[in-house]
Each structure stands twice: as structure tokens, then as C-alpha cells.
């Protein structure tokens, strides 16, 4: 069984649907790995050894941002933009959507009831 960080990669499944299952990786970037590696779209996790797993990891960690790294990265985007007190900063403390969605008529994703967190 092979396990990159915390992901457990299905012993019997293909190895784009494997490498998706990683935080900031979807089939498209699986697939352009898997390109790039000269693997096959529809390749299986059964034929793949040690040395090209390594390698396949050697080259995720290099050109991609995945896991821990992007979701730290996602957060201090977010924190930058509340303490610019900017307009998508405020929407972000305010749990509103943040790119122009329509709040009036579409409850579901505009105003959930919660505490704003305003600083003062």
C-alpha cells in the first residue's frame, strides 16, 4: 500500500483517480502528472513499483502545491485581505459570498445566521 502524507492510495484502482484523491490535485492535474511521467492515462496502481511511485512523488512535491502547503497558503491569502480591511475581507468575516453571487433571493448561500467576528 503506498501513502502520500495522509492519503492511502487504493492498492486496486487506476492511478488517476488514486492521485485525485489528494488535496489540490483533480483528475486534469492527475492526468498532466501522469502525462508528463510518460504514464498512461488509464494505468493501474498494481503496475506500478517503488522506484516510479518515488518518482512520481519527486515530481508532485517539486512543481505542485498540494495538502498542508496550499491550504496554508489558501488561509494567509484570506487573512491578507481581512487585514487590508478590503471589501472581500469583510465579506469573508461576514461568511458572505465573496465574488458577486446574488444574496437576496438565494438563501442557501448567503446568510447563514452566525456571529461576525469584527474587530474594532
Excluded: C, D
Amino acid at each position: 500500500m503506498y501513502i502520500f502524507k495522509e492519503v492511502k492510495f487504493a492498492p486496486r484502482g487506476l492511478l488517476s483517480s488514486n492521485f485525485s484523491r489528494i488535496y489540490g490535485l483533480g483528475y486534469s492535474k492527475s492526468f498532466h502528472l501522469l502525462e508528463k511521467l510518460g504514464f498512461s492515462r488509464l494505468a493501474w496502481m498494481q503496475s506500478l513499483n517503488l522506484y516510479r511511485f518515488n518518482s512520481l512523488i519527486f515530481f508532485l512535491k517539486k512543481f505542485y502545491m498540494t495538502e498542508n502547503i496550499l491550504k496554508r497558503s489558501v488561509y494567509l491569502n484570506i487573512q491578507k485581505k481581512i487585514n487590508l480591511n478590503n471589501y472581500a475581507g469583510f465579506r469573508h468575516i461576514s461568511n458572505l459570498p465573496i465574488r458577486g453571487q446574488r444574496t437576496h433571493t438565494n438563501a442557501k448561500t448567503s446568510r447563514s445566521r452566525k456571529i461576525l467576528k469584527v474587530k474594532v
